[in-house]
């Protein structure tokens, strides 16, 4: 890659968290007319600015907007209030303490923390437009502008088309494929991250081959490049963009997760894109997206030898447990696994090498005040990597257990487990049955992603 397309790059990558979670955008009902209270419409030379962006979007993306979007500029009071509101609605507080004690089980976020406060006022600070799927507007953040203390309709003077962007692809994909199909109100669901990748990461893509003055038609070898530059936290840390030390001083695994539909997305839809054009993209909104973290982290997962997340469904174990009422569960993923180990190792090579070749997993955790059991059971794809996990797995520290239950399930425990509730679990868990997957490879030929497909821009 050339120093000058590395370089803006690297200067774009900070934008990459600016337009989180677009389903948060609206507390408004379907049924009212126009842009919601707080947001202005544009006038004069924004407004012609923006049909520029609309055009320039479309090419790259390669869709045409079935209709014009609607669009606003809005404070930052107006902003907290509506991300506060839609917090609330899509995200309710048992649900965020649910999954704020599960983090907490894992170790992964401070004893301290309420996830009912620290996540708006987070997502908040990184916000500088979004897109509503279910209002169908898109709104630019106004803040402050710090050179001359005025205001401007984004909050980093020189980045707006690049946010424009981005965000007139979510519009685009919604007037194609309807973006609420790919909400979910589970935070704690593997499948609902690897679906916001797949929307966050295709409008990435678009935002940063237009920044950088380049088709998708890159030579082979560029993900690779990409790939080694994303991995550097170097690459997206930046204190003078909005957000940048908030987003730095966040728990890692919080920060992480938000940035990997950005981040871990975009190359998804790059490597896509280079493997079947945008027939397989398109395929993948319209017909079949990705299901698992894993698929997005290795996409020949999803279009090539086909590796579907094996389904677990843990038994009901509370009945065991009456004195610990509080109940969390969800699914780490292999997002989740590697970012647990890399966290607790402190090696990311090792993290990584460990969380492949993960199959599914389920975890529950049982609470009551200072009391917490943690159970995690997980299914391997092959022998080895069950033992490659469980030799990584041992160094996460006291107070965690990891059994092998069979060749290729391992359960993992924290908490005051008795010796003889821990035989009687890893009976339970040793008989849970694994739905197997289908695995349905896709017939590139058949739906106009073949090679030639993949030359195309």
């Known amino acids: 890659m050339d120093r000058p397309l590395a370089h803006r790059l690297r200067v774009l990558a900070p934008l990459l968290?600016?337009?989180?979670?677009?389903?948060?955008?609206?507390?408004?009902?379907?049924?009212?007319?126009?842009?919601?209270?707080?947001?202005?419409?544009?006038?004069?030379?924004?407004?012609?600015?923006?049909?520029?962006?609309?055009?320039?979007?479309?090419?790259?993306?390669g869709l045409k907007a079935l209709r014009p979007v609607r669009t606003g500029v809005l404070g930052e009071a107006a902003l907290q209030a509506q991300m506060t509101a839609a917090i609330q609605e899509h995200l309710d507080p048992d649900q965020l303490r649910s999954l704020e004690l599960g983090l907490k089980a894992f170790g992964l976020i401070p004893e301290t923390m309420s996830l009912v406060r620290y996540l708006p006022e987070l997502m908040t600070s990184q916000v500088a437009g979004y897109y509503d799927s279910e209002r169908k507007y898109l709104a630019l953040v106004r803040r402050p502008a710090p050179e001359t203390g005025g205001s401007s309709p984004l909050s980093a003077a020189g980045f707006e088309d690049l946010v424009v962007i981005h965000e007139l692809v979510h519009a685009l994909q919604d007037q194609h494929?309807?973006?609420?199909?790919?909400?979910?109100?589970?935070?704690?669901?593997?499948?609902?991250?690897?679906?916001?990748?797949?929307?966050?990461?295709?409008?990435?893509?678009?935002?940063?081959?237009?920044?950088?003055?380049?088709?998708?038609?890159?030579?082979?070898?560029?993900?690779?490049i990409l790939e080694k530059a994303l991995e550097n936290p170097a690459f997206y840390d930046s204190a003078d963009l909005p957000g940048g030390e908030a987003m730095r001083e966040a728990p890692p695994f919080l920060r992480d997760s938000l940035l990997f539909g950005y981040l871990k997305g975009f190359l998804?839809?790059?490597?896509?894109?280079?493997?079947?054009?945008?027939?397989?993209?398109?395929?993948?909104?319209a017909t079949d997206p990705p299901r698992s973290t894993e698929q997005i982290l290795h996409p020949e997962k999803w279009h090539g030898?086909?590796?579907?997340?094996?389904?677990?469904?843990?038994?009901?174990?509370?009945?065991?447990?009456?004195?610990?009422?509080?109940?969390?569960?969800?699914?780490?993923?292999?997002?989740?696994?590697?970012?647990?180990?890399?966290?607790?190792?402190?090696?990311?090579?090792?993290?990584?090498?460990?969380?492949?070749?993960?199959?599914?997993?389920?975890?529950?955790?049982?609470?009551?005040?200072?009391?917490?059991?943690?159970?995690?059971?997980?299914?391997?794809?092959?022998?080895?990597?069950?033992?490659?996990?469980?030799?990584?797995?041992?160094?996460?520290?006291?107070g965690w257990r990891i059994e092998r239950l069979a060749t290729r399930r391992v359960a993992v425990l924290r908490g005051d487990w008795p010796r003889q509730e821990r035989s009687a679990l890893r009976e339970r868990l040793a008989a849970v049955a694994a739905q197997a997957p289908r695995n349905a490879r896709i017939d590139l030929a058949a739906i106009g992603a073949g090679a030639h497909a993949a030359r195309q821009p």
């Open 268 to 285: 998804f839809a790059f490597k896509v894109r280079q493997a079947g054009g945008q027939a397989l993209l398109d395929y993948a909104f």
């Open 177 to 224: 494929f309807d973006l609420q199909r790919f909400e979910s109100t589970d935070p704690a669901s593997d499948e609902s991250t690897a679906l916001t990748a797949l929307v966050e990461g295709d409008a990435t893509l678009v935002m940063l081959f237009d920044a950088a003055g380049v088709n998708l038609s890159l030579p082979p070898g560029v993900d690779q």
């Open 17 to 61: 968290v600016l337009a989180l979670f677009p389903a948060l955008a609206a507390a408004q009902t379907a049924a009212e007319k126009g842009l919601p209270d707080g947001v202005v419409p544009l006038e004069g030379a924004l407004e012609e600015r923006i049909r520029g962006l609309v055009e320039r979007a479309e090419k790259l993306r």
């Open 305 to 398: 030898d086909r590796d579907d997340p094996i389904d677990l469904k843990l038994p009901d174990l509370g009945a065991g447990l009456p004195r610990l009422a509080e109940r969390s569960g969800g699914e780490m993923g292999e997002l989740g696994v590697y970012l647990l180990l890399r966290e607790k190792l402190g090696d990311a090579g090792r993290a990584g090498r460990a969380a492949a070749g993960w199959g599914g997993d389920r975890f529950e955790v049982y609470a009551r005040g200072g009391e917490r059991r943690l159970v995690w059971l997980l299914d391997w794809d092959t022998e080895r990597d069950a033992h490659e996990f469980i030799a990584a797995a041992r160094g996460l520290g006291r």
